[in-house]
């Protein structure tokens, strides 16, 4: 007895074909490699990929991503804020022009980011000889860093807010201003129940992108061991070392993270289906 | 004419003052925004372009355009090309499979789909390489036939096509989705095989966020740094990308030379800008 396909339904042998190229596509770009970092972190055992992640380089960069992430996610949450309520909330000639410049760093290579804040305050840069008077070091320290990591993240909570707010319009803000409630009031009472769960989508996409990000980074740090590497920079240093367990140990913690990411991303989507994948 | 009236027409003969709002913070907030958007993005960014513009012309035109940064330019928009149509061709499969069939694992797959977006991209290029290295699993299946992956050309492509895989399978998805069934069941009705209704019905309607979705994994790959330096090799005139000739110009302290590169990347990248903005006031066009 045979079953007559609906017409919609492609055909068995379609499905096969597609799902078999789909499956080793996935498999050969994205589930080896994955695999792979936790295989070579443990390929000498398990006691010696948690040395790797315990000695005081590690420790140390493990810092040094906690620090910048925990610099840059709040300043980019009060960023984001400030811009969507002014882009969501009003009219204003050249709108789409300031969100077109928000998203910019999105469109900039990470090296490019980097080079711009040398060319602002490394030692040949604008203020680099006012900064080496005053002994006040940006390039290959910590404040560098994070301006790199700022930039690169810059757009992500802001553009989760745009949309989100521009689509609640403002009938509810102005009839709770009309009743007589501060700015501030109304944006905790009325504007923030409403985006909180996009505010957190894209706090939780700029974190991943600030504890990981290479490029930016790599080029303003100066790899000091112990004090400017954050942890995907140790994971170059080690990996060009050829301590391949320890490099992969470390990447093994920061797969860890991303599949932490991945996980509660997946949940927020559950809680407000209208959230929309992040770009980048 | 009431008060209202006159001025609503007051109000529409100046398109191009501010509404008055009853919110309050519009000063405040976007004099908040303006200064941080100038301070970290414009200004710094601005700088590129000075340090460029401070040598004579025949020199920026021998820094950007010598041989060495021709050939770095070459690979990195050649390979992020071929990247990108290569998840053009599986993001389409996948986004597919992902909204008509199902399989076992579904959601697990689906949420895997963004690990390129979730991993640091330095994990992702050490695990490329060892993966792709000759004794690596998948670079072993290669060797013996004489088909080198990482520390080539074609290595980067592999690292580009990991890091653009997102976007044509999250672009594509909303509008498969929305994709009448209604419409495949009329052309169905009507005679046409399913050959001739993916080709004539499905496919038009998926153009527009298809190409979006390839040139944003193009734009994204034409500048990648992390996952591509492990992978590539980096032999001068063979596996440098752009970015990376931009960090060796900087070690040698030759910031303009740095800059101009950077200026070359940055006028591309704001062309894909423009591509993408135009492909998708294109695709409201057909949608109206």
Known sequence: ?280 | MTATETSQIVASRRPMIRRRSAIPGFALTMGVTLTILSLIVLIPLSAVALKASEQTFPEFLQAAFNERALTAYRLSFGAAFIAAIINGVFGVLTAWALIRYQFPFKSLVNGIIDLPFALPTAVAGIALATLYAPNGWIGALFAPAGIKIAYTPLGVVIALTFIGLPFVVRTLEPVMRDLAADVEEAAASLGANRFDTILRVILPALGPAWLTGIALAFARAVGEYGSVIFIAGNMPYKSEIAPLLITIELEQYDYAGAATIAVVMLAVSFLMLFVINAIQAWARRLGQ
């Open chain 1, 1 to 280: 007895m045979s079953r007559m396909r609906h017409p919609t339904e492609d055909p068995v042998w379609a499905k096969v074909v597609i799902l078999t190229l789909v499956g080793l596509f996935l498999v050969s770009v994205l589930i080896l490699p994955l695999i792979t970092v936790f295989f070579e972190a443990t390929r000498k055992g398990l006691p010696a990929a948690l040395e790797a992640i315990q000695n005081e380089d590690a420790r140390a960069s493990i810092k040094l991503t906690l620090i910048t992430a925990a610099i840059t996610v709040p300043f980019n949450v009060a960023f984001g804020l400030c811009a969507s309520w002014a882009i969501a909330k009003y009219e204003f000639p050249l709108k789409p022009f300031l969100i077109t410049l928000i998203d910019l760093p999105f469109s900039v290579s990470p090296v490019v980011a980097g080079l711009i804040y040398v060319l602002v305050f490394g030692a040949q840069g604008w203020f680099g000889p006012w900064l080496l008077d005053h002994d006040i070091k940006i390039i290959f320290a910590v404040p560098g860093i994070v301006l790199a990591t700022i930039f690169v993240t810059f757009p992500f909570v802001a553009r989760e807010l745009i949309p989100l707010m521009q689509e609640q319009g403002v009938d509810e803000e102005e009839a709770a201003v009309s009743m007589g409630a501060s700015g501030l009031r109304t944006f905790w009472s009325v504007t923030a129940p409403n985006v909180r769960w996009g505010l957190l989508y894209g706090v939780l996409l700029c974190n991943a992108r600030a504890m990981g990000e290479f490029g930016a980074v790599s080029v303003v740090s100066g790899h000091i061991r112990g004090l400017t590497n954050t942890m995907p920079l140790h994971v170059e240093i080690l990996y060009n070392e050829y301590d391949f367990v320890g490099a992969f140990a470390v990447a093994a913690l920061l797969c860890l993270l991303a599949i932490v990411t991945l996980v509660l991303k997946a949940l927020l989507e559950l809680v407000q289906p209208q959230s929309r994948p992040g770009r980048h």
